[in-house]
């Protein structure tokens, strides 16, 4: 089945640093990755797609790179701040058809003062 | 304008009872979402309606859930004989393109939270 993996554990990063994290999916290849950002008690707010065909997109201070040869997905903040403190989830989608959004679990990013 | 709403924000109920949860998505948005998220974990699909079409209920977890769009706008989820299994998030998300043509992002609402005693 299909199924995607994110770092369960926390990532604790200091302030001004680079905010790496990953995701990787299994049994499938979908035309399009997305990551979207959910602070507590909020509903997922979309940041980013990359389609299979972009090897990197970027928006301000995020960056998302997609290894279609890996089966993987990274997601930068730089300068990373405080505010930029929540879960992020990795979500893939196929083409055609009824192409469902499938979720990560997310990884939750705490950055320091 | 304004954003995905839904109603209640949290609910609490007995077992066995009956509950329907409201979603008020984005105006005009076709594509109209519900997910179940359970703690800790990533939203997972229920179920998608196209205007009032339900195109996709392969994620409802039994039959006693149950949604509606009748007039395309606001949808409501609606459980029966409520089991302490249920208790989740439940998100609502609306999209301008249907599924199916291409890539999409998700608008969602807060999400009401259910807790089922």
């Known amino acids: 089945s299909q199924k995607i993996e994110q770092n369960s554990e926390a990532l604790n990063i200091q302030e001004g640093k680079t905010a790496t994290l990953t995701c990787n999916y299994t049994n499938y290849s979908p035309a399009y990755l997305q990551w979207y950002r959910q602070d507590p008690g909020r509903g997922p707010v979309f940041l980013l797609l990359i389609r299979e065909n972009e090897k990197e997109k970027r928006k301000e201070r995020l960056k998302v790179t997609f290894d279609t040869t890996l089966k993987q997905s990274l997601f930068h903040i730089t300068a990373s701040q405080p505010a930029d403190s929540a879960t992020y989830l990795c979500v893939t989608q196929g083409s055609g058809g009824y192409n469902k959004l499938i979720f990560g679990a997310g990884t939750r990013l705490a950055v320091h003062p | 304008g304004a954003g995905v709403s839904q109603s209640p924000r949290y609910k609490v109920a007995k077992r066995g009872q009956d509950v329907a949860l409201r979603c008020d998505p984005i105006?005009?948005?076709?594509?109209l979402f519900w997910y179940q998220q359970a703690l800790g974990q990533g939203p997972e699909f229920l179920t998608y309606?196209?205007?009032?079409?339900?195109?996709?209920k392969s994620g409802l977890p039994s039959d006693r859930f149950f949604a509606e769009r009748p007039e395309g706008s606001v949808s409501t989820l609606k459980i029966q004989r409520t089991q302490q299994e249920d208790s989740a998030v439940y998100l609502c998300?609306?999209?301008?393109?249907?599924?199916?043509?291409?890539?999409?992002?998700?608008?969602f609402g807060p999400g009401t939270r259910l807790t089922v005693t």
């Open positions: 105006s005009g948005h076709v594509s």
């Open positions: 998300a609306s999209s301008s393109n249907p599924m199916g043509q291409g890539s999409y992002e998700q608008y």
């Open positions: 309606f196209q205007n009032e079409a339900q195109l996709d």
